[in-house]
């Protein structure tokens, strides 16, 4: 699953989270790997970081509920939106939002996992201006954290030549 930026406190960008299930290989989806985009799914706290409410939680996790065949839970309100999506013929691949791959279609991507070379693009979906910019300043702000060590590193490469020179 990609998440958005800014949902980690010392990451600025997006982050791809890996959920392991040893009883999958025994089941239909064996030889599936379920691909989640959720760079969308987000609350934003402030400037700089993101989480999710209990209703995204549950709209994710009922997204995997559906690729396994189990029933969805409503307790946080999210079954409405996901109806919308899905229908009520179980799980099926919704482009910018999931995707089910199996092995042989990530041996053909040479065994990439960015959820977003398979998951795509959702219909009409462009990015906009105000995307751009928060990707923006997300970037410039690790430039800036960068650029503060970097200086750091340079001081400390130049205290320590002059101290070998001294000697």
């Given amino acids: 699953m990609s998440t958005s ?17 040893k009883g999958k290989a025994k089941g239909k989806r064996a030889d599936e790997v379920l691909f989640i ?4 799914i987000f609350r934003q706290l402030s400037r700089a970081h993101r989480d999710y409410t209990p209703e995204q939680i549950e709209r994710l996790a009922n997204i995997v509920r559906l690729w396994r065949g189990e029933a969805m839970e409503n307790e946080a309100g999210s079954a409405a939106e996901l109806k919308d999506h899905f229908g ?24 990439s996992l960015n959820p977003g070379r398979y998951v795509g693009v959702a219909a009409g979906e462009a990015q906009t201006d105000e995307d751009f910019c928060i990707k923006l300043e997300g970037l410039q702000e690790e430039l800036d954290v960068l650029n503060a060590e970097a200086a750091r590193l340079q001081a400390v490469i130049a205290q320590n030549v002059a101290e070998i020179l001294a000697a």
């Avoid at 930026?5 to 299930?21: A, H, I, S, Y």
């Avoid at 985009?37 to 969308?40: N, V, Y």
């Avoid at 995707?99 to 042989?104: D, N």
């Fill in 37 to 40: 985009d959720a760079r969308h």
């Fill in 88 to 111: 009520s013929g179980g799980y099926k691949d919704i482009p910018g939002l999931c995707k089910a791959v199996s092995r042989a279609g990530i041996a053909a991507q040479d065994w």
């Fill in 5 to 21: 930026p800014n949902m980690f406190f010392t990451v600025t960008l997006p982050v791809t989270l890996w959920f392991l299930d």
